[in-house]
Every structure is written in structure tokens, then in C-alpha cells.
């Protein structure tokens, strides 16, 4: 089955919401005490499960049209995303030469993956 282009950009959806799951996920981390109200309140935290939840759907749908083996290691454009948008949010994030290394070896990887597969 060759993969189609609708399934890969549902794959960039997916990795945008997890991404955005886990900067919400941290803001919701700095919220957090020892009270369980610091949980079941903390709309940061309900925000990023449901962009997670959102991730889920598009990952499933994407799934139908293309190969587990192209698709999937998109998934990793996440931690790109995530390098690149939190030093936006955190002032303690900071993008470093070994950063932008690992983000580039990771889009190259996915790079090949994704020529490997149309041949």
C-alpha cells in the first residue's frame, strides 16, 4: 500500500497536537501541589489530554491510508516541534548546538524514512 499525502499531513496534525499536549503538560506541572484539587482543576493539564485525545484521532485515521513504517516515525517531529516552540514558552528552555544537532539528525531520519518509502 503506498502511502497518501492526506495520511501524512494528518501525521503533522498529530505531531502538532502532542507537541502542544506536552507544553500544556508542563504548564500544568508548575500548577501542582500535594492537594488532588491541584489536579482535577488544573485546566492546563485537561487541555493537554485533550490535545492528546485530538492526536489519538488523527493518528488512528492517518493510520488507514499509508504504512505503519512511514507514518509512524513522523511521530518523532514531535520532539522538533516541542525544541523549537518551548524556549517561546519557558524561559529556562533554551535551544543549544546539541539541541539543533538532534533536531536536524531527527528531521533528516525522517527524511529518508519518508524517500525510502516511494521506492
Known amino acids: 500500500m503506498k502511502t ?10 498529530c505531531t502538532i497536537f502532542t507537541s502542544a499536549g506536552q507544553i ?4 500544568g506541572a508548575e500548577k501542582l501541589s500535594f492537594d488532588i484539587s491541584s489536579v482535577i482543576f488544573n485546566m492546563p493539564l485537561i487541555l493537554g489530554l485533550l490535545s492528546y485525545g485530538i492526536a489519538l484521532v488523527f493518528l488512528i485515521i492517518a493510520f488507514r491510508g499509508g504504512e505503519l513504517s512511514v507514518l509512524y516515525p513522523i511521530v518523532a517531529t514531535s520532539y522538533v ?3 523549537i516552540a518551548s524556549p517561546f514558552f519557558f524561559e529556562t528552555d533554551i535551544m543549544t548546538l546539541e539541541k539543533g ?13 519518508g524517500v525510502g518509502a516511494t521506492k
Open 24 to 27: 500544556l503538560y508542563k504548564f
Open 101 to 113: 544537532i538532534g533536531v536536524i539528525i531527527i528531521v533528516a531520519g525522517v527524511s529518508l524514512i
Open 81 to 83: 516541534w516541542v525544541s
Open 4 to 13: 497518501k499525502w492526506w495520511a501524512i499531513g494528518l501525521m503533522i496534525l
